[in-house]
C-alpha cells in the first residue's frame, strides 16, 4: 500500500511523501524547503531514497541540494534526484524526458512509475502517475490551473485535457494550497454550478480545521473545475459576458481557455 503524506511548506506549498508499505525508504515531491522534509524523516526514522521534480521553479526545488548532502551526511546511497531532462535544476542526475519514455522505475516502490509530458507553466513540466495517484505540480490546482509562464496557452490547455483523460477516480495531488482562492473565482466563472457551491463548502469547512482540501480527484475537477469545462455552454456564455462578446459568436475550447485564463490572472 502506498502512503502519502503532506508536508506544509512556506506559505502554500505541499511536499508530498510517497512510502510503500512499512519500507522506511521514501521518496518526496517538489521540496522548495529542505528542513522540513529533513524534520519529518528524522521524526519517524525514515530515509530519504530519492526525489522527484516536477518543474524547475525554485519553491519545488530549492531543497535538492541540502537534501542530497544531507543524504551524504547520514551515509546513504546517492541520492537520485529524478526531474525534466530539459529545464535546468540544480542536483538533477536523473534526467526524464516523457516524450520518448513513458515510464521510470523506483527501486522501493513496486509499480512502474508514468511520465506525462505537461508544457504550459513551464517549457519542460512533468507529472507523475503512481498507482491512482498522479503528482502535477503547478498544471492542474484544484477548480483552477497554473499561470502560463514559458508554455503557450495551447501547450497549457493540451497539459489540463491530458490529465482530463486520467481514469475518474484518479488523486489529483498539486503542490500548492490554493482551493479557496481558485473557488472564488470557479463561482463568478460558473455561479449555477450545485456541485461547484457544495465543494466550496466543504473546502471551506476543511480549511477551517486546518486541513488540507488536497487531494482532489480527476472526477471532481471535471464536475467543478472552470478550466476543464472550457466546451460547456455556461461556462462559454459567462466568457462571453465577462469580455462583452456577441452571444452569436463562435469561440472555441483553446479560445475559451486561453480568454478563461486572462480572466483569472486579473480576479
Not at 61 to 69: N, Q, R
Not at 95 to 121: E, I, M
Not at 153 to 175: D, E, F, G, I, W
Amino acid at each position: 500500500m502506498l502512503t502519502i503524506t503532506a508536508i506544509p511548506a512556506f506559505n502554500d506549498n505541499y511536499i508530498w511523501v510517497l512510502q510503500q508499505d512499512a519500507v522506511p525508504y521514501v521518496y518526496v515531491v517538489d521540496p522548495g524547503d529542505a528542513s522540513v522534509v529533513t524534520d519529518y524523516l528524522e521524526l519517524h526514522g525514515l530515509t530519504l531514497a530519492g526525489i522527484l521534480l516536477t518543474h524547475h521553479h525554485a519553491d519545488h526545488t530549492g531543497g535538492v541540494p541540502a537534501l542530497v548532502e544531507y543524504a551524504k551526511q547520514t551515509g546513504a546511497a546517492p541520492l537520485k534526484v529524478y526531474g525534466p531532462h530539459n529545464e535546468s535544476i540544480v542536483g538533477l542526475n536523473v534526467p526524464l524526458d516523457p516524450t520518448t519514455t513513458a515510464h521510470c522505475l523506483l527501486p522501493y516502490l513496486p509499480h512502474p512509475v508514468q511520465l506525462l509530458s505537461l508544457p504550459g507553466h513551464t517549457a519542460g513540466h512533468i507529472a507523475y502517475v503512481i498507482e491512482d495517484n498522479v503528482f502535477c505540480g503547478d498544471t492542474l490546482f484544484s477548480a483552477g490551473c497554473g499561470r502560463v509562464f514559458e508554455g503557450s496557452p495551447a501547450q497549457m490547455h493540451q497539459a489540463l485535457s491530458r490529465l482530463a483523460t486520467l481514469p475518474n477516480h484518479t488523486k489529483v495531488y498539486c503542490a500548492h494550497e490554493y482551493t479557496l482562492a481558485n473557488l472564488q473565482f470557479a463561482l463568478r466563472v460558473d455561479p449555477d454550478n450545485c456541485a461547484l457551491h457544495a465543494y466550496a463548502k466543504q473546502v471551506a469547512a476543511l480549511r477551517e480545521q486546518g486541513r488540507a482540501s488536497i487531494p482532489s480527484t480527476i472526477a471532481l475537477e471535471l464536475t467543478i473545475n472552470p478550466f476543464l469545462r472550457t466546451d460547456k455552454s455556461e461556462i462559454v456564455n459567462s466568457i462571453k459576458q465577462h469580455f462583452n462578446m456577441q452571444d452569436t459568436q463562435h469561440l472555441d475550447e483553446l479560445t475559451c481557455f486561453t480568454l478563461l485564463r486572462q480572466w483569472k490572472n486579473i480576479f
